[in-house]
């Protein structure tokens, strides 16, 4: 059995409870990915717990502290295929601290209308953040809840 890279990411919304707006942050690297949006995160570092490492990432990325809430389950058991050797895990995420600032790896951020999805699906996302989105909104409409 292959073990894949797991990424951790979250899709920060400005409430846990009635999500209505999400930040989505444009990627600067690598050159395939670049002026793409995305959720932000990175790697899980060996012997790190994923919900530790998605705080850790968005404090390097953002600058930012959330509470998490509940996770996007994703199409298999260890969350999301990103390809044949990645695959990640996400969770929604209030902002607690900080406001949030492009510090690495990307060049800017914005609040988007949950209302509107057209508005968030017109934005060139990464391909395998797509279907994310899709089951993000899903969620946002029913609401979203949790706590960690």
């Given amino acids: 059995m292959t073990v894949r890279k797991e990424i951790v990411a979250g899709a920060i ?8 707006r999400l ?6 690297a690598p050159p395939a990915f670049a002026g793409m949006w995305e959720f932000p995160g990175g790697k ?12 850790r990432e968005l404090a390097e990325e953002l600058g930012v502290t959330v509470s998490l809430g509940v996770e996007l389950p994703g199409p298999t058991p260890e ?25 690495e790896d990307h060049d800017e ?12 699906l017109a934005l060139p996302w990464i ?5 994310i ?8 409409v029913t609401g979203a809840g949790g706590s960690s």
């Fill in 13 to 20: 919304v400005d409430s846990l409870v009635r999500p209505e």
């Fill in 44 to 55: 899980v570092e060996p012997g790190e717990w994923p919900e530790a490492a998605l705080h």
């Fill in 133 to 140: 989105v899709l089951a993000l909104l899903s969620v946002a």
């Fill in 23 to 28: 930040l989505v942050a444009r990627r600067t």
């Fill in 127 to 131: 391909p395998a953040d797509l279907p």
């Fill in 109 to 120: 951020l914005r609040w988007v209308d949950l209302n509107a999805p057209a508005a968030l």
């Fill in 79 to 103: 969350g999301w295929p990103l390809s044949g050797s990645a695959v990640m895990r996400v969770w929604l995420a209030e902002l607690m601290r900080g406001a949030p600032a492009p510090l």
